[in-house]
């Protein structure tokens, strides 16, 4: 499995963007990256996913690098419903693994 | 809301019980994933199901075990609680398939404290 290093922290203010980066150098060529978040003790979340090429959904859109070894998610516009642990895991077809993620406080 | 429903919310026993928690995937979902979530281990993988049959093992204790039924609810029984079982218990189901799917839609959960 990629290792996968992620800040402890960070805080974004309401309605600005935020990006939360990964760094997963060690990612495999059929390990997908995977983000997730969990809002205070709930079910984890999904957010998106991508190979190698940027996408985007009604959440967030994901930014991965060339070579694959980072990926950034980005929430165009934080709300304070948007505090919560990311969790970024780089995965084929294997269980998901979660470290210990950022935890994003959006701020008013 | 994701579709997920698991009972009970919450789960208060003593050392050396057992207890079953119960998870009800969504609509439609023949996978079934048991994770538990503690405070020095953090969220961690324990065992899959598709369609009534166990397709993947995690890090999970002998004294626990699970199974999925023919209406696709699945049960998680722990036994011969300890200390360190008190954590945070999650279900979560993904769309058919007899692999394994990351897309995956998690439950609230069951809180369980051993005392």
């Known amino acids: 499995d990629a290792k996968t290093t992620q800040p402890t922290s960070m805080d974004c203010a309401e309605g600005r963007a935020a990006n939360l980066p990964c760094n997963h150098s060690?990612?495999?060529?059929?390990?997908?990256v995977y983000w997730y978040r969990q809002i205070h003790s709930q079910g984890p979340q999904y957010i998106i996913h991508g190979l190698k090429n940027n996408e985007t959904n009604e959440m967030a859109s994901l930014i991965i690098t060339e070579d694959r070894k980072s990926s950034t998610l980005i929430l165009p516009h934080a709300t304070l419903r948007d505090t919560a642990v990311y969790y970024c895991t780089p995965s084929g077809n294997t269980p998901l693994v979660f470290g210990k993620g950022t935890r994003l406080s959006v701020i008013a | 809301d994701s579709g997920v429903t698991q009972t009970p919310k919450h789960l208060i026993t003593a050392t050396g019980q057992r207890v079953t928690l119960r998870c009800s995937p969504r609509s439609g979902d023949l996978s079934v994933y048991w994770y538990q979530q503690s405070l020095d281990q953090g969220l961690q993988f324990l065992i899959h199901y598709y369609n009534g049959e166990e397709r993947a093992k995690g890090n999970i204790l002998e004294r626990f075990s699970a199974q999925q039924f023919p209406d696709l609810h699945s049960e998680l029984n722990l036994s011969s609680l300890e200390l360190g079982d008190s954590a945070l218990y999650f279900c979560a189901s993904s769309a058919s398939s007899g692999g394994w799917v990351n897309e995956q839609f998690f439950g609230p959960g069951t809180r369980l404290t051993v005392l």
């Open positions: 060690t990612i495999s060529g059929n390990e997908y």
